[in-house]
C-alpha cells in the first residue's frame, strides 16, 4: 500500500475533537503508519495529518478525537 493511500485512509478517519497526541517518530512507511494507526485506535482516537505537515514522517500525524478514560 503506498504512502498515498494511507494519508488518503488517515484523512478519511478525521475527528471533531480537538485533543490531540502525537502519533510517533519515524518515516510514515505503511508499516509505522499502520501501528501509529493502531495505537491511536487503541486510544479511541483516529490519526491525522497535522496542518501544513507533508506527511512524510510519522510525527507529522496526530492522533484526534482520544476518549478520555
Known amino acids: 500500500m503506498s504512502r498515498h493511500v494511507v494519508l488518503v ?3 478519511l478517519l478525521l475527528g471533531a475533537c480537538d485533543t ?3 502519533a510517533g517518530q519515524g518515516d510514515a512507511n505503511y508499516d509505522a503508519m499502520k501501528s501509529a494507526s493502531d495505537a ?3 486510544q479511541g482516537g ?3 495529518l497535522k496542518s501544513g505537515y507533508d506527511g512524510r514522517s510519522v510525527s ?3 492522533c484526534k478525537n482520544v476518549k478520555a478514560k
Do not use: I
Open 46 to 48: 483516529e490519526l491525522e
Open 40 to 42: 491511536c485506535k487503541a
Open 60 to 62: 507529522d500525524y496526530a
Open 9 to 11: 485512509v488517515a484523512l
Open 20 to 22: 490531540t497526541s502525537g
